[in-house]
């Protein structure tokens, strides 16, 4: 787990704009792409892909990436993009009280059909 107190190496709002972060990254780290791939465990030229923009960023590469370079990624709430959404005609909040999640049900037990070998006399 990251320390608090470490600091703040920069913040993205986009994509393109944690891409332009992890390039300063690895600039500041002096290491290669394939560095990177191989601390990743990417394949071969994945981090050039993703940097060139070639191929879009799964959220398993964003972390992988993230932590290849040293980044912790962390979220913050956005208490003006917050009220920016609930002001859209198309927020709805939650009607149902109670816990957000329910348990699953037991699983049913499945019907067995029976199969016969022979056809049925009609």
């Given at each position: 787990m990251a320390d608090l107190t470490s600091p703040i190496v920069g913040t993205a709002e986009g994509y393109a704009a944690f891409v332009a972060l992890c390039r300063a990254r690895i600039v500041e780290l002096g290491v290669t792409y394939e560095t990177i791939d191989r601390i990743a465990g990417f394949s071969d030229r994945h981090t050039a892909a993703l940097m060139a923009g070639s191929k879009a960023m799964s959220v398993w590469s964003f972390f992988t990436l993230a932590?290849?370079?040293?980044?912790?990624?962390?979220?913050?709430?956005?208490?003006?993009?917050?009220?920016?959404?609930?002001?859209?005609s198309n927020w709805i909040g939650?009607?149902?009280?109670?816990?957000r999640f329910r348990p699953s049900p037991k699983p049913r037990k499945r019907k067995t059909r029976c199969v016969l070998d022979t056809p049925r006399p009609l």
């Open positions: 932590r290849a370079l040293a980044l912790m990624p962390s979220f913050q709430h956005d208490a003006d993009q917050l009220r920016r959404l609930q002001d859209q939650m009607r149902r009280t109670g816990p």
